[in-house]
C-alpha cells in the first residue's frame, strides 16, 4: 500500500506526463499517470512519511512564473491554498480545481485551519477541524493536507514547506494587523489569483438551512432524530410530528389521483362494455314492471288490508216475544221426521200463531188440532210422528195441563 501511495507523490519531473487534457468551463491541466492511479487513495498529511519523503526530495528553489507556465521546470511546481472548507462544497472544490490547473505541472498542498483558530477569527463552524480534513484530503486535486494552517504568513512557513505559489481569490483579507493577509505574497510574485463560484458559499448554504429551518426540523424527526437532538422544545415537536402526518395524506392522495388518471382510460373503456348489462340489470329492477314494482304493489296492498276496518259481522235478529225463534226451531225439528203434507200444516200453525198475540192454547186443544182428520190415511203414520215432536216440544213433564208451562221460548 505505501509502494501505491507514494506513486502518488512521484513527480512528473521524471518526464512521465499523460497527453489527456482536463478541461472544466476556461481551466485547463494535464493529468499524470501516476496521478490517475493514486484517485484510489486520499492525499495524505503533511506529517505523514510519503509527504516528508516527496519533500525531502525536493530541491527547493522557487520556480519563477514563466517556468512553470511553460512547463520547464526541473520538478512538480510546488502551489498552496488555504481556507476554513466548512462544509466543503462546490465552491471549494473548484477553487481547488483551479489552483490544480494554474501550472501543467503541479502539486498542490492545502492547508485547512484548525478550529481555534477558525472560531477566533471567522466564527463557529458546522463541521468540526477533523471533519474538514477529511473532507478536503478526499478531494481528487489534493496531494497534500496541511493541518493547522496559519491564518498569515511568513518566510519560515513558505520554506518549510517549500511553496513556490499561493493560490486564492483575489479579494483582499483583511486583519487588525494589515490591510491584505496576501500582501507579502504578492510583491513576492508568488501569488496566483483563482475565481470565487457565484451563488455558492459555506454563508449561502447556513442561510438556506435558517430560511427553512421548520422544514429541515421536520425532515431529520421524520428520519428518527430525537427532539432533545434537535435542540427542540415538546410543542414544536408536536407541531412538526402533525405536519409530517398532513404531509404523508397530502403525498398518498396525490399518488390516488395519479394512479387515477392513469387508469382513466382503461375504466372508460370497461364502463362503456359493462354500461348495457347495466342499464338492463337497473330496468329489470326499477322499471315499471320491475321487481322492486311488484313487490312495492304487493307491500302496498297488504298495508291497505291491515290499515282498513274489518265488516262487521251480521247481526242475528233478536227472539221474538211471542216465542217465534222456539216455534222455528220446532218447525226445523219437525220437518225432518214429517212428511210434506204435514209440514205444511205445520208452517200454517205457525203463521197463524205468529199473526195472533194470544198465548199459546192448552195442550188438549193443540193436541185436538194436530189430531184432525187427514184427506190421505196414508199419512196417519207421519202425523203421529210431528204429534210425538210437538208433545216433546211443549211438555214440561207434568202430568196434568194445570202445572203446564210453556218452555218453547227458552229453545
Known sequence: MAEAISTRSAGAGEGQRSELQVQNGSDTGFCSSSQTQSLRFA???STDPIAVAERERCAYGRVSRAAAAAGTAARRVRVYSDGIYDMFHEGHA????QAKAAFPNVYLIVGVCNDQLTHSRKGRTVMTEDERYEAVRHCRYVDEVVRDAP????????EMHKID???HDDIPYTTEDCDDTYAMIKAKDMFVATERTEGVSTSDIVARIVRDYDIYVRRNLARGYSAKELNVSFLNEKKFRLQNKMDELKDKGKKVMTNIGEKRVDILTKWEEKSRELIDAFLLLFGPDGRLSSIWNESKGRLM?????PPSPRASPPPSENGDDSQDRALALASAHASAPALARALAHARAHRSSASPPPPKSRRYETLWEPQADASSSEGLGAEAAALRQLTDDGSDSDDDYQDTSAYL
Open 43 to 45: 492525499a495524505p498529511f
Open 94 to 97: 473548484r477553487q481547488l480545481q
Open 151 to 158: 491564518w498569515e504568513y511568513d518566510e519560515a512557513f513558505l
Open 165 to 167: 505559489f499561493v493560490a
Open 305 to 309: 288490508q291491515a290499515l282498513s276496518q
